[in-house]
């Protein structure tokens, strides 16, 4: 299966910083990438939709302004946490699709443990 | 509005023994199907999907899973578990025409010696 990469695995940083996280398709050409958070023992949340070379789509209640996202590439996709507060802690995955549209299957990758203190 | 069902929020079985994790959902039209399985602080891995054609599928691992349009379920059985299969399993759903993920709540497996 197509394999999807995420950087760093886990991040600890206290309150008021920033932290960016990578997601990137190492073996196939993600036209679209998907960011979700996952609190414990929970489902997964999606937050947005990026596609490679326009703004993304940010679900209702997700703050744009707060977790920026850029797809600068068909192979890397980027969350940033500005400002993080410590009610942003949280696992964050990502996934990956590739041209198939719909029919496509989303490859996740391997999350990014966030803790703010 | 789309959305997926997993009624359970645990299964426990036996090694050896046959296994069945439920989901139903509800979307209109046509629906994608998929399943996956997610082990500790791990990301999701893909199981098995259904498009459309013959309605049993059959994924990764031995896993396979049934569609069923009347009764709008779409359960992952294994014809015998092993301890290594714990973890926790995810349904999920697409609407036609949308690429966004429905997510079941997930239902954790636990197979025992």
């Known amino acids: 299966g197509a394999v999807v990469s995420q950087h760093p695995s886990r991040v600890i940083c206290k309150s008021g910083t920033s932290v960016k996280i990578e997601c990137r398709s190492l073996d196939f050409q993600a036209t679209t990438m998907f960011w979700y958070r996952q609190f414990p023992k929970q489902s997964l949340m999606l937050m947005a939709t990026s596609n490679e070379g326009s703004k993304a789509t940010y679900e209702q209640g997700v703050e744009k302004d707060k977790f920026l996202i850029n797809h600068a590439s068909l192979t890397l996709s980027t969350l940033t946490v500005t400002s993080a507060h410590p009610e942003d802690s949280s696992f964050y995955i990502c996934?990956?699709?590739?041209?198939?549209?719909?029919?496509?299957?989303?490859?996740f990758g391997p999350g990014t443990r966030l803790l703010v203190l | 509005a789309q959305s997926v069902a997993q009624p359970e929020d645990q299964v426990n079985v036996a090694e050896g023994n046959p296994l069945t994790v439920k989901c139903t959902y509800s979307?209109?039209?046509?629906?994608?199907l998929f399943w996956y399985v997610q082990y500790p602080n791990r990301g999701l891995q893909f199981l098995l999907k259904y498009i459309t054609g013959d309605n049993l599928v059959k994924g990764s691992y031995g896993f396979e899973a049934e569609f069923n349009k009347s009764q709008t379920s779409f359960h992952l059985k294994k014809p015998s578990a092993l301890v290594s299969d714990s973890a926790l399993y995810f349904c999920a759903v697409k609407a036609p025409g949308t690429d966004k993920l429905i997510f079941g709540t997930g239902t954790r497996l636990q197979v025992f010696p």
């Open positions: 996934s990956a699709g590739g041209a198939g549209g719909v029919q496509e299957t989303q490859y």
């Open positions: 979307v209109s039209g046509n629906p994608y």
